[in-house]
């Protein structure tokens, strides 16, 4: 057992100090993030917003221990990060479901890996999937489903274990505009009622602003975080709060950083 000391004893649910990751490639090392600095809070929901390139993937890969640091320090819980962390939920653009398993049978596979879901576990998938709106179809196929639908499946699957820390990696992107609104709501919502420390990757503004406490942003490559900015909008959060002015004005000042870095045009 990890003995903390007053060195690794910190606020953070989530600490990351200094880190870089660089990886081996045939052309030579790629450094995909350089001298990141990163508190998340418990219960805190965090968006980290940049261009595609900038490492938010390898960030989220970092912290769910898939990808080893290069340098710096990592702490979950404050203990250094070594593998995969106990009760970790991760999401990401591909719904990864199995095709040839049921949705329930989906949403109980990491159960499923080890022994039998018992009776209270199937009872709780099946309350993930009526809460996502997905009762009835608890014995279809993904292939059956919209993606909408698949991806409300893998988010029922990443919330069966009841993580501490959930991890989404651009969830949403590959949906179509409508159906990533009313997903942001769920979320929104799911999030207020179960308060997961959440670490949420996407390329959308707005869709960062309305789902967090904390907006990152990250430059282009090689990744580094050029400001945090807190969201201090009220919650519960429902779409109509993307017309207030307040939003707006979160929406613009992290729009004009990144025009002022030349990432996007305004
Ligand atoms: P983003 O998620 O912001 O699009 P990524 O984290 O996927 O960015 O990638 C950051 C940089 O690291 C890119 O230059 C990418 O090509 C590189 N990269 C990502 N994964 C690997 C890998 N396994 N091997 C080599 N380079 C990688």
Known sequence: MTVLSPANVTDAFVSLRGVGKTYASPRGPVAALVDIDLDIKRQEFVSVVGPSGCGKSTLL???????????GRALIAGQPLDGPPDRLGVVFQRDVLLDWR?????????????????????GRARDLLQRFGLSGFEHRYPWELSGGMRQRASICRALLADPELLLMDEPFGALDAMTRDDLNVELAQIWQDTRKTLLFITHSIVEAVFLSDRVVMMGKAPGRIVETIAIDLPRPRRLAIRDSAEFAAYVHRIRHHFAELGIVKE
């Open 102 to 122: 049921s949705i329930l049978d989906n949403v109980l596979l990491s159960i499923d890996f080890r022994r039998t879901p018992n009776k209270q576990e199937r």
């Open 61 to 71: 890969k970092l912290v769910a221990g898939l990808e080893s640091i290069s340098c």
